[in-house]
């Protein structure tokens, strides 16, 4: 499998994450006559466990994305390096042209183990040591993976460091030379965590970096310290999400996937309502005309410019 640079990767248009276990068929929703154009997956290290669907999705001719969920991208805890060579084999076995991950805590090292999963991330801190070690991380990754690396800033109910989101972003996907992915409600969360605007950070980030997006569920809960963001795939996008990504397209020139994450979503036609919307705000707003070019419109104009969004 040849590595590409960031420059060479393919434009893959607008897709699902969801599970391969479980019903949606992926199938069915990425040969719908309005649907994906390839479909993405979280997924256990071992191939094996995957690779009868994803063999099903690539015989329809659909490419798939691999976006796993247990390596540190942060933090002083190393990868075990027969972890990355597992994890790099699964990416080369399904063809995964790059892969992203929520940069973020996904262990604890304790004693003679390797590791203690923790099923849930905990976002970096946001000074410069921790972004330090960040680039060692990910720079770690990188040695073993066969495609490009992208890092995701990962959801945020709270925020620890006084560096900007964007900039600690920026300047580790610079350093480490790493493309980046943007989840819209996790941008979300880190506004209502911190108080910060995202657009006010954007003047010195590196967007040409940004290769994909999200869109996922979510709700917002009040504490006393005020709204608090939940990253909860089975629910409806939240308004703010959707204002986050029209806000955000036409900054992203080199965008070259935008992907619908609906994992606990049961509802067929449901999930091919909102990927209807997102082609729309996509043709509508993205600055990259190949990624536009990819999108068969799922309505008429008339339709698309009656239609409020």
Partial sequence: MIKLTLSQLPILGVGLSLSLASKPDPVALATHPQGASFIEYAGLVDVQSVLPQVERIHSAGVPVLYHPSYINFCGSFANDSAWLQTAAHHISRVNSVW????????????????????????????????????????????????VPVAIEPPPMTFVVGTMPLLHFFGRLAEQADCAILLD??????????????????????????????????????????????????????????????????????????????????????????????????????????????????????????????
């Fill in 99 to 146: 892969f992203a991950q929520d940069c973020a805590y996904c262990f604890w090292q304790g004693g003679q183990s390797y590791s203690t999963q923790l099923g849930y991330f905990i976002p970096p801190i946001l000074n410069e040591s921790s972004l330090q070690l960040a680039i060692e991380r990910v720079q770690e990754v990188q040695a073993f993976m066969p």
């Fill in 184 to 309: 819209m409600g996790h941008l979300v969360s880190y506004e209502m965590a911190s108080g910060k605007r995202i657009l006010n950070e954007w003047h010195d980030f590196c967007a040409e970096r940004v290769i994909e997006v999200h869109i996922a569920g979510g709700r917002v809960r009040q504490s006393e310290e005020g709204a608090v963001y939940v990253d909860a795939h089975e629910c409806a996008v939240v308004e703010q999400t959707w204002t986050m990504l029209t806000d955000l397209l036409p900054k992203l020139p080199n965008l070259k996937a935008v992907c619908y994450e609906c994992e606990g979503v049961s509802d067929e036609q449901e999930i091919l309502r909102v990927l209807a919307k997102l082609k729309q705000l996509v043709m509508r707003h993205s600055s990259n005309a190949k990624l536009v070019a990819t999108l068969t419109p799922t309505l008429s104009q008339k339709a698309m410019e009656e239609k409020p969004l």
